[in-house]
DNA sequence: TTAATATATCAATGAAAATTGATATAACTA
DNA sequence: TAGTTATATCAATTTTCATTGATATATTAA
């Protein structure tokens, strides 16, 4: 018995898409530092000073987070000032919501 | 400078279990599971054989799933029905929601 | 009660990704 | 310019977890 939702060609790009998203966020550092970007832009050193991580490991963390469009950054100078990227965010959002909710398809 | 989401004591558990949930469906095997799943009951042989998949790796993702509360299964006769459980979806949906939204806290 | 089918479990392997340590770069400050 | 601070990068290690192969269990059918 063939099921419809594996057919469709566009759906393997869509749940490709979908699970980068998931991968990039399901780690608590990430989900910490996330916290407190929703707090407001903050710099390198203010995050990794909170969640007592080393330096380079949250360096490491935003740099995937901001590749995959969740993070913004700009120099101010000598820091980096990080921000989320609230239109990136809920795009993700709304396509899980779609993906995991009842009957959508 | 302290930043005010990191320091509650309830908010390591709330992040821990959201956490848990993402790592549970940050798969593609999965997402294509919960895809499946999503028009309706089916038995294990049904998935594996949409999904291109061995029958004991199907097995195991699907207890992963089942054992995170995301899936309920029942007998019947020698097949093994497995199906969504809404509500741990929903509950985790939303809470990723808040947890992700602007200004939540 | 034997064979066949459906599903689950378990140990071993492999791959991806987090973490660490060391070092590089860039911008301030004295 | 030299020293200091903030951040990034890179290679090595470790950890986590998906995958595989083999086998066990449970149900049905002959």
């Not at 991968?23 to 050193?45: F, H, Q, T, Y």
């Not at 995959?68 to 795009?91: A, M, P, Q, T, V």
């Given at each position: 018995?063939?099921?419809?939702?594996?057919?469709?060609?566009?759906?393997?790009?869509?749940?490709?898409?979908?699970?980068?998203?998931?991968?990039?966020?399901?780690?608590?550092?990430?989900?910490r530092i996330?916290c407190i970007l929703?707090s407001?832009?903050r710099?390198v050193c203010d995050i990794w000073e909170n969640l007592e991580l080393?330096?380079?490991?949250v360096?490491?963390?935003?740099?995937?987070?901001?590749?995959?469009?969740?993070?913004?950054?700009?120099?101010?100078?000598?820091?980096?000032?990080?921000?989320?990227?609230?239109?990136?965010?809920?795009?993700?959002?709304?396509?899980?919501?779609?993906?995991?909710?009842?009957?959508?398809?």
């Amino acid at each position: 018995m063939k099921i419809k939702c594996c057919q469709r060609k566009e759906f393997d790009k869509k749940l490709f898409d979908l699970n980068e998203f998931l991968k990039a966020v399901s780690d608590e550092n990430r989900l910490r530092i996330l916290c407190i970007l929703k707090s407001g832009p903050r710099c390198v050193c203010d995050i990794w000073e909170n969640l007592e991580l080393s330096q380079n490991l949250v360096s490491h963390h935003l740099k995937a987070l901001k590749d995959f469009g969740l993070l913004k950054s700009e120099r101010s100078g000598s820091n980096i000032i990080y921000s989320i990227n609230d239109n990136n965010i809920d795009k993700y959002l709304k396509s899980l919501n779609i993906f995991l909710k009842k009957y959508d398809n």
